[in-house]
């Protein structure tokens, strides 16, 4: 299987554990987005790399967020001291240039309680 | 007011009808328009990718995109059972935001045999 794949696929963890998310893009592409996605509303942009270059944050990424994509490879989303309000679908994305269209993970599902 | 605006439905149709689903979006800048598949728990799927204005078709999928009006559809020939899902349309500029994407909530799709 070659699309974009995500690990884990569900994590559930208490109120103020930190929580790790890893993606693996389509291997010849260099820009990787995440993205989050609450029940009944479409996904929002988090975080965008090129290669191994954060380029762009939103401003829903709180201090809390923290993602790297080391030699410009896989990514990790990390999530520290989680709250209620994390919870949520975290999706990543791949494309190989900005005109290109964006592949998408299946997900992975984030239960804070 | 957000940028992309997309009727969430539910939208319940026969098998074997036409279906019609509708973005309309505030941001003239928006250049590539794109229409995703998304089945409950999974990752969005890309159906439809389109430049500017226009048409695309592709099998039973019909993608228009009206600039001037800040419109888009997506048309759903035969429609079945397996079509149902929710779809979400997304834009994107292209250039200055590095290509992410702005969605829309989603429109659920119920294909009853």
């Known amino acids: 299987d070659t699309g974009v794949s995500q690990d884990p696929r569900h994590k559930i963890t208490k109120r103020g554990q930190n929580v790790t998310f890893r993606c693996d893009p389509i291997?010849?592409?260099?820009?990787l987005y995440w993205y989050r996605q609450t029940l009944g509303q479409g996904p929002e942009f988090l975080t965008y790399?090129?290669?191994?270059?954060?380029?762009?944050k939103s401003r829903l990424l709180s201090d809390r967020f923290s993602a790297e994509r080391p030699k410009g490879s896989f990514s990790t989303l990390e999530i520290q001291r989680t709250e209620q309000g994390d919870s949520a679908m975290y999706l990543c994305?791949?494309?190989?240039?900005?005109?290109?269209?964006?592949?998408f993970g299946p997900g992975t599902r984030l239960t804070v309680l | 007011q957000k940028e992309v605006e997309q009727d969430p439905g539910p939208l319940s149709v026969p098998e074997g009808a036409i279906v019609s689903l509708n973005c309309t979006y505030s941001?003239?800048?928006?250049?590539?328009f794109m229409w995703y598949r998304q089945y409950s728990r999974k990752g969005p799927e890309l159906l439809m990718y389109?430049?500017?204005?226009g048409n695309k078709e592709d099998g039973r999928f019909t993608a228009q995109v009206d600039k001037s009006s800040k419109y888009i559809s997506l048309f759903i020939r035969d429609s079945q059972p397996s079509d149902s899902a929710t779809y979400l349309c997304?834009?994107?500029?292209?250039?200055?935001?590095?290509?992410?994407?702005?969605f829309g909530q989603g429109t659920i799709l119920t294909v009853h045999p």
């Open positions: 291997s010849e592409h260099n820009r």
């Open positions: 994305a791949s494309s190989d240039n900005r005109v290109s269209p964006q592949f």
């Open positions: 997304a834009m994107s500029d292209g250039g200055t935001s590095y290509g992410k994407l702005t």
């Open positions: 389109t430049y500017s204005s």
């Open positions: 941001n003239s800048a928006f250049q590539y």
């Open positions: 790399f090129q290669n191994e270059a954060q380029l762009e």
